[in-house]
């Protein structure tokens, strides 16, 4: 078995029976989260990691240049759903780091609870993203804000947070799904349209990424504060 870093806690490696797959190095080791493979070697265990269910697995496999969630960073994570791609993020901030993860339906934060369960690293916070206020007495300052919510007002909730929780050297990465936008409209008008909100408050958006053949119709946008 090859082992690939790819970047800091992302991996690729290479099986006989799986190829190459992208994974992240359990924080948890014997524990899969939500079914994923656990993979060994040597004094380590791999989780794989499936860009058919977490976009910014995706994102990787299409190429991302730039990954702002490293060992030691705090994520404020909007959207945290089941806590699929949660786990991984958690695996790779690592103890040093922390994954503030927001969610507003009571179910998807129970099954998370489940998920994350053992990785100390994860804040569940069952709260409307649209009020960033609400965790405040919660979540301190951040590094980076991962925002995968599937709202039309996704990219203004992205806005909000960010001013509410990072300083301008902060990251934000929006998941774009153009379906919960507008359906009418062709996807490449709704990037841009949500680039563009970003852009008018002062993000610089470093990289674009479209999702196929992971995922139809979505896109990540990694933007700066500064
Ligand atoms: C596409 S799913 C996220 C999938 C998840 N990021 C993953 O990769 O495992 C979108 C999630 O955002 C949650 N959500 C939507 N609007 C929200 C809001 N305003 N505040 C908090 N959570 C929200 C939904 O309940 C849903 O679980």
Not at 37 to 60: H, T, V
Not at 150 to 177: E, G, H, W
Not at 208 to 220: A, V
């Amino acid at each position: 078995m090859k082992v690939n870093q790819l970047f800091d806690g992302v991996y690729e490696i290479w099986t006989r029976e799986f190829g190459a797959q992208l994974a992240t190095r359990n924080l948890v080791p014997g524990v899969s989260a939500y079914g994923e493979r656990l993979i060994q070697k040597a004094s380590s265990e791999f989780r794989l990691w499936d860009p058919y269910r977490s976009k910014l697995a995706a994102a990787i496999k299409k190429g991302l240049r730039e990954m702002p969630i490293k060992g030691g960073k705090k994520v404020l994570y909007l959207g945290a759903a089941a806590g699929t791609t949660v786990s991984h993020v958690s695996d790779i901030v690592g103890n040093s780091g922390v994954v503030y993860a927001v969610e507003f339906s009571s179910r998807s934060i129970r099954e998370l609870l489940v998920a994350c369960k053992g990785r100390n690293n994860v804040v569940p916070i069952l709260s409307d993203a649209r009020n960033p206020e609400g965790y405040r007495s919660t979540v301190g300052a951040v590094d980076v804000i991962y925002a995968d919510v599937a709202q039309p007002d996704q990219a203004k909730i992205v806005v909000d947070n960010f001013r509410t929780y990072c300083s301008r050297d902060a990251s934000a990465m929006l998941v774009v799904k153009s379906r919960s936008v507008d359906v009418s409209e062709s996807p490449s008008k709704v990037f841009a349209g949500q680039r563009a909100i970003l852009e008018r408050d002062g993000f610089r958006v470093v990289e674009e990424i479209e999702l196929s053949p992971y995922e139809r119709d979505h896109e990540l946008i990694v933007g700066s504060g500064s």
